[in-house]
Each structure stands twice: as C-alpha cells, then as structure tokens.
C-alpha cells in the first residue's frame, strides 16, 4: 500500500540489459574522444584471434543487441574497421594528434545491414523471407530491417522482401524465427541456409541419441 513504512518499491518499467556486459567502461571516453577529435591508441582481443592494438580515430559509436561497438579508421589496416567494446583491455586518447578526417555517410554506409558486420565482399541482394501465421503478424509488427516490404500473400503466409548485404547477424535473425520461417531468395543463400539447418538437426539428433543411451 502507499505510504507503507518498509515496504520494498517494486519496479515498474523493466529495460533489457545485458548485466554481464563489460565494454560500458569505454563508452564515454571514446565519445569524448570523438568530441575532441582525437584518436585513441586502443588495445583490441577478439574471442579467436591473438591481442592487438590499434591506432584508431574513432567515427561512430553503435549499440546493438545490448552490445557497443565503434566504428573508425586503424592505422594499421589501413582502413575502417568496427571493434566491440567488451573486447578492447585499455584505451588511451592520443592528446597530440587528430582524428584521420571522414567523410563517411555513416547511415547511408550502414543502411542495408542488420547489426554491426559490413563485408567489403557482400555487395546488397534482394531477400525473400516466407513466415507463415500468426507468426507473419509479429514480423508485420516488428520488421527485421527498415526496408522491410510485403511480396506476397497467402491464406498461411506472409513473405517479406529486404534490400541487404549479407551478415551473420543477419542469418541469426532469420533463424530466431525457427521452423516459422523459410528463406526463399538468394538461392545461394537459401542453399547455406539449408546447410546451416541440416548441421543443426543432426548435432541434435546425435545429442538425442547420447541422452537416450544414459537413460
């Protein structure tokens, strides 16, 4: 009741939030960093490859599926690349120097991708995605991608098309809608697709054996 000395206040808006996220730290040294227009000397690990450090001037900070990454210039590849925050170890701003200039149209650079991931080598395609009822009203509601449009229709179905270059977590958000959704277009992306499924039946096929066998 109100007013209830000692009574625990129960929240009433709930976010999502990935408590175990560990790149907060960064974020806004690396926007003041961008403020000033100076790079940062950033030491990087991706979770396969060994420790690197980069000379990075930093162009755009983004958030995606509770994950920050930024985006900017290395000096050592000599071209743009994207790094997630939760990798890098330390950062240091370089005080005495200034930011490699960009000219880049960061939203336009970014518009035909889900996520983070743009591949030099993944130029954009037309997909096709078929999502039967009542599955296809969620995704009517919540489009995958704001180039989302609607290509066909049936009784049962809804298929939706989509101008995008190619990205894992692309393929990760076609595959969060299970056995509810079907790719139809790329067909070289439909054949991995495909792929990608069959792995999976048989890794759970072959793990229903060994539960069968302790049982």
Do not use: C
């Amino acid at each position: 009741q109100p007013g209830v000395i000692g009574k625990p206040r129960q929240s009433l808006v709930q976010f999502e939030q990935n408590e175990r996220y560990q790149g907060l730290q960064w974020l806004q040294l690396l926007y003041q960093a961008m403020q000033d227009d100076r790079p940062v000397l950033a030491h990087y690990a991706d979770f396969d490859q060994t420790p690197e450090r980069f000379t990075l001037s930093p162009y755009l900070l983004k958030e995606y599926n509770n994950r920050w990454h930024v985006y900017g210039w290395a000096n050592e590849r000599s071209g743009l690349i994207n790094i997630a925050l939760d990798r890098i170890s330390a950062v240091r701003v370089l005080t005495d120097l200034r930011r490699r200039p960009d000219t880049t149209d960061w939203d336009r650079y970014l518009a035909d991708v889900i996520g983070f991931t743009r591949y030099a080598d993944a130029p954009p395609e037309t997909w096709v995605l078929r999502v039967w009822l009542p599955r296809a009203r969620y995704v009517e509601t919540k489009p995958l991608h704001p180039s989302q449009r609607e290509v066909g229709r049936s009784a049962t179905y809804v298929d939706f098309g989509y101008e995008l270059r190619w990205n894992r977590e692309l393929d990760a958000r076609i595959l969060e809608l299970g056995p509810d959704a079907e790719l139809l277009e790329p067909a070289h992306r439909r054949a991995a697709m495909a792929s990608a499924v069959q792995r999976m039946g048989d890794r759970y096929n072959a793990q229903k054996g060994e539960f069968d066998d302790r049982n």
